[in-house]
Every structure is written in C-alpha cells, then in structure tokens.
C-alpha cells in the first residue's frame, strides 16, 4: 500500500511528485499552478521534507504563479524546516516569488525572526529589476540589531546600480546627518558604493581620511591578495620620485587594506573598453629597499598597457637602475614580466593563454627562467623549431605560476611581503591618466 504524509490530498501530492519527473513536469506545472492554497501547502511540505526528490528548482516557478498564498506557507517551512538543508530549499523559494508580493516582503522585514527577515531582504533584492522604488524599505535594515540582517541590506542596497541611486542616495545622505544612529555606518558604506566619493559630505569624507591616518600609524605591511595581480617594482624608496616619472597626480594616504581592496576591485573592472579599472594605483612605502605600484594600469601582458608600461619601466630604470613589471593571475591565469635595466629592456615575456603573447617576447630568457627549464628537464635555450609539442605544452603550465619567482629573484615581491617586512612611510593611491580623463569607480572599501 502506498503511505501517503499526513495531510496529503491525493491528487496534489500526486501532482507534486510528477512536479519533481522531467516527462510529467509541464501538465503538472499547469495544475498545481491552479491550486491555491491547498497546492502551495503541499510543496512546501515536499520541499521541506528530506526524503523527497523535489528541488526549489522545480517548485519556485510553480510558487511564484500561485501567488500570496505560497507566501505565509512558505514563511512557515523556513521556520519548521528540520534541516538546514530543507530550510535552503524553502529559502531559494521564498526568494523568488516575485514583484507581485513585494508588499508582503516588506512587511516581513519586521518579523522576529532574523532568518526570514534575511531572506525577505533577498526576495526585494530580486525585485530590484521591477521597480524603482523596491529597495526603499531596506534603508532601516541598516540598523537592524541581527548583524547578517544588516549586513545582506547593505549588500542589497549597494548593488541596486545606477537607478536606485537617483532615488537612495538623498534618503542615504538624510540618514548620514540626521540619524537613526544604528542606521548610520550602513548609509556611509551604500553611499560610497553607489555615489562614489562625490556622493559624501564634506564632514564624512573628512571623517574617513582621519580613519585612515589612525589606523596607519601602526600598521604592518600586508600582502597583495588580488584574483589578478599587476604590478611595477622599483629597487628605491624614492615614493615622491616614482609618482612623478609615472605621471601620477593627487596622491591621498591609504592603509594596506583599503589600497589592496582597491586594486582587487579596480582589477574585475579593467579591459579595452572599460577604463576605470585603470584609473588609480596603490603606490606602497618603501618595504625593504623596495617600491612597489600595483594596479591593473602597470599590465605589461594586455593590449591596452604594454607599451606604455615598457616606456615607463625604461624610464624608472633610467632613474633608479632597474625597474620590473609584472602581472600573475592567483587563480592559475598566467604570468608575464619585464626587466628594464639602465635605460634598456631587457627582458619581457607573457604566458597568459593568449594566442599572441609571444608577439610580445624581448630580450633572452632571465636566469630564474634557465633555471627552472633544467628543472623540468628543457633546453635552457630553447628554440620554437627544434621544441616538441610535449615541451613546448611543459614550459606553457610551468611558466603560468613563474611571475611570483621571477619577482623574488630580483628581491622583492608585493605578494610575500609581510609583518616582518621593513617599512619606511606610508602608502598612498594615486590617479593615473586615466583616472584624471575619467574619473574612478564608486566604491566602498575596508580601512
């Protein structure tokens, strides 16, 4: 005899298994659809049971055309789910029921449960794309005295886009100087995100650039963690010379952590037709004897800067000896590098998968490359004509991780440096070119 839950009609319990079989999921679709209450009741029940093959995947689409009744229903599964997997399940739900209880969802951000006070931030966040105003009842979530609760409205509000923030940057700017207190850092964090800079008031500015001095003065150096790391050494501690042989203007002090977040941001945005992630650089103190400036604009590897980074690593090479450019992806992207010496390149070679970077070689292979060739088993001089394809495919992986060795073999790497490291000065972030044509990216970061 087939056992049945509790409370499980026949034909929708049917219906919502068939919901859950890829060959009976349309017919099934379209009745459950038709079922009100009764139907939402009963999915919320198999999404929420662990034995059951129905995933929110299936069960949202039906949900949504149901309507305000999925809703109550499926606020209860969130709270009764008897596992943190169930309670995903009814949580991916709840999220996606649509425009069409946006009311209800802002009604729940009052619940006093913090989970479905979350999850109830996420579903408006999704209904963003809907309406303009959508996001508006999130502004006292900043306050809220669950931290995750807060933390997934600011997130939300944040990625409201260009907009929402004709509407939220007033009420965000209101928040700032007149309070809810609770509500205040939350609005100064949304604000720098969609406004940038410009969207702050004198006073909060101000406020920030003394943050900044505070909390530089005992800090350690910190290493780069950037997905993708470009970045020019200079063996000086010459800050001041360097910035001006790199035509960088308007320096402003930063800590290790706001100039780090900076360039990881900076970097997911630079391309050839995006060139705000180049627009500014973090130029550290000296560390060791050492300068670096890192940011997407020191590429010696992209079309967009090569050129221009071989120019300008000649030049700091003329001033200071020696100068390098390098560009190493963390996620197993490749790695490039450039060795100006005295006025002359010496050396750049790129490895990033691009058909054409060996357009881009100069120079001979650089000692650590010999070195780590005879490792593998290669010709330390190598020639294209007498390499088999084996070889070639060899010195191709290996040279992807290379950049990382290659910088510490001239003496110092962004990438390594640490607590420990000798530091001299402070760091600053500077504009580039770009930066000066184009403005920067709005952002909010770490200080």
Not at 63 to 92: M, N, Q
Not at 117 to 127: F, H, M, P, T
Not at 246 to 273: C, K, M, S, W, Y
């Amino acid at each position: 005899m087939k056992v049945r839950p509790p409370g499980d009609p026949e034909p929708l319990g049917d219906l919502v298994r068939d919901l859950a079989r890829p060959e009976r999921r349309g017919p099934a679709s379209e009745e459950l659809s038709r079922g009100g209450a009764a139907a939402a009741q009963t999915l919320v029940r198999a999404l929420t049971d662990p034995s059951s093959p129905l995933t929110w995947r299936e069960a949202a689409p039906v949900l949504r055309r149901i309507g305000e009744p999925a809703f109550d229903r499926l606020v209860r599964g969130l709270l009764d789910a008897p596992t943190e997997k169930a309670r995903d399940e009814a949580g991916h739900a709840f999220v996606r029921l649509g425009i069409g209880v946006a009311d209800r969802y802002a009604g729940a951000l009052s619940h006093p449960s913090p989970l479905v006070r979350r999850q109830s931030v996420r579903g408006i966040g999704l209904c963003a794309g809907e309406g303009r105003t959508a996001l508006l009842p999130l502004l006292p979530l900043l306050g809220d005295t669950d931290r995750e609760v807060a933390r997934q409205a600011r997130d939300t509000l944040m990625a409201g886009g260009t907009e929402a923030a004709e509407i939220l940057v007033p009420l965000l700017r209101r928040i700032r100087r007149d309070g809810p207190g609770r509500q205040r850092a939350g609005a100064l964090s949304v604000l720098a995100r969609l406004g940038g800079e410009s969207a702050l008031s004198e006073r909060d500015v101000a406020a920030v650039e003394r943050l900044v001095r505070v909390k530089a003065l005992d800090e350690r150096p910190t290493a780069s963690w950037a997905c993708w790391n470009h970045w020019i050494a200079v063996p000086s501690g010459d800050q001041a010379g360097i910035i001006g042989t790199l035509g960088l203007v308007a320096p402003r002090p930063v800590t290790f952590a706001l100039g780090n977040d900076i360039v990881d941001a900076d970097g997911h945005e630079a391309g050839p037709d995006d060139p705000s992630g180049f627009a500014r650089v973090f130029v550290t103190p000296e560390l060791d004897g050492w300068t670096f400036v890192l940011g997407a604009w020191c590429d010696p590897c992209g079309a967009e800067r090569a050129e221009d980074v071989l120019r300008l690593c000649t030049l700091l090479s003329t001033r200071y000896g020696s100068a390098q450019a390098y560009y190493y992806g963390a996620q197993h992207d490749g790695s490039g590098w450039l060795a100006a010496e005295r006025g002359t390149v010496i050396r750049r070679y790129c490895e990033t998968g691009d058909g054409e970077d060996h357009l881009l070689t100069l120079g001979d292979p650089l000692p650590f490359e010999r070195a780590r060739r005879a490792e593998l088993g290669l010709r330390p001089e190598w020639d294209p004509a007498l390499e088999s394809d084996d070889d070639a495919d060899e010195w191709k992986w290996a040279a992807f991780d290379l950049a990382p060795g290659i910088a510490e073999s001239f003496g110092a790497s962004p990438l390594t440096i640490g607590p420990e490291t000798v530091m001299r000065g402070g760091g600053v972030v500077a504009l580039t070119p770009y930066g000066v044509a184009h403005g920067v990216p709005a952002g909010a970061h770490p200080v």
